[in-house]
Nanobody, 116 residues
Framework: QVQLVESGGGLVQPGGSLRLSCAAS????????MSWYRQAPGKERVLVAN????????NYADSVTGRFTISRDNAKNTVYLQMNSLKPEDTAVYYC?????????WGQGTQVTVSS
């Protein structure tokens, strides 16, 4: 059974940082491209960043470029999202997403709230 478990969310002040983690189990992690999505209240879920299986290529939404960094440790079956210079508009539930061919999996999400 595949599980993606996010952690690291919380309340942070504007300008602060958080590091999200997504621990995967039940899959061949290095085969999967991994992504972080987010969904703000009343809005659609949108892609934040993704990374290829070997970690050689990354992509970011324009809104987070230069502030967020996605990375992965295939030895630990974990993908990370380092979030710096956080803004109130980054407030959302952040979801981990794994995809390989037709196999897709979502985590349960972790809340990030940016507020003073």
């Amino acid at each position: 059974q595949v599980q993606l478990v996010e952690s690291g969310g919380g309340l942070v002040q504007p300008g602060g940082s958080l590091r999200l983690s997504c621990a995967a189990s039940g899959l061949t992690f290095s085969s999967y491209a991994m992504s972080w999505y987010r969904q703000a209240p009343g809005k659609e879920r949108v892609l934040v960043a993704n990374i290829t299986g070997a970690g050689g290529n990354t992509n970011y939404a324009d809104s987070v470029t230069g502030r967020f960094t996605i990375s992965r440790d295939n030895a630990k079956n974990t993908v990370y999202l380092q979030m710096n210079s956080l803004k109130p508009e980054d407030t959302a539930v952040y979801y981990c997403y794994a995809v390989w061919r037709w196999s897709v999996h979502w985590g349960q999400g972790t809340q990030v709230t940016v507020s003073s």
